[in-house]
């Protein structure tokens, strides 16, 4: 079904490439105007160009999403040019590996906890009177396998991750509990074919002097359909979420992992 998301204002922090990139050109494909933030300025217009190049709308905004000021420079240029906002999908996200929790430097620790959680508080402080305004909406932040599960050389950025799960929860509640139309989900990927995974090495370090991590190989081995999953496949469920299709959805978690988080298939081959 064509147009699920059309006449929509949808904003993407952190599009320029992966789960976001594979956001931003699905809505827009769907038929929504799409605000691409992300703190790349080569590959962020890029994306929009391909988005326009399609025939649909969509405007690329530098923006660092850990700067407060910046937040309320974007959502008051949105505002400006569209009028409104229906979508918000607070994407923007890095890993930060270590061996050991005892290895991780504190700014490390600050710096992931400052762009996974802080950055997805400050959309929301920012977007949400915005979308009030519109009268109604879609909140999806991005959280992930491991914030429902711990991952031993990623407890900093679990820790990141199960914060967004909860506070998505918690603005959901709140969201209902004034009545003003707005759903708050998270959704939850596994082992997605992303740039991430290139640049978090297999040893868990966020030194970078160990090869990449095999993310083919450890998706075959953990995940029971037995392969990495695709950026779309994961947009395709954020599609959902800032449809109409979802109207009865809030404060759910959409898991999309190749069937991980549930249990474990042995394969005969």
């Not at 920012?126 to 050389?153: D, E, F, H, N, V």
């Amino acid at each position: 079904m064509a147009g699920q998301v059309a006449g929509k204002v949808a904003l993407v922090t952190g599009g320029a490439s992966g789960i976001g990139q594979a956001v931003a050109e699905l809505l827009a494909e769907e038929g929504a105007s799409v605000v691409v933030t992300d703190m790349d300025e080569l590959r962020g217009p890029d994306v929009v160009a391909g988005i326009k190049r399609a025939g649909r709308e969509a405007v690329f905004l530098s923006q660092d999403v850990t700067s407060e000021p910046r937040w309320a420079e974007v959502v008051g240029e949105i505002e400006e040019r569209f009028g409104r906002l229906d979508v918000l999908v607070s994407n923007a996200g890095i890993g930060i590996g270590a061996a050991s929790i005892i290895e991780m430097s504190l700014a490390d620790w600050r710096r992931q906890t400052a762009v996974n959680l802080d950055g997805v508080f400050l959309s929301v402080k920012y977007g949400l009177p915005l979308m009030r305004k519109t009268g109604g909406g879609s909140i999806i932040m991005m959280s992930s396998l491991a914030g429902l599960r711990g991952a031993a050389t990623l407890a900093g950025y679990s820790a990141t991750k199960g914060g967004v799960r909860l506070f998505a929860k918690s603005i959901a509640m709140e969201c209902a509990s004034v009545g003003d139309g707005i759903r708050v989900n998270s959704v939850h990927p596994g082992i997605i074919d992303t740039p991430i995974w290139h640049k978090i090495p297999a040893g868990g370090t966020a030194s970078g002097q160990n090869a990449p991590i095999d993310f083919e190989a450890m998706a075959k081995l953990a995940a029971p359909l037995g392969r990495p999953g695709r950026a779309r496949e994961v947009a395709q469920g954020v599609l959902f979420l800032a449809s109409d299709a979802s109207s009865y959805l809030t404060g759910s978690e959409l898991v999309i992992d190749g069937g991980m988080f549930a249990g474990s298939a042995p394969r005969k081959s």
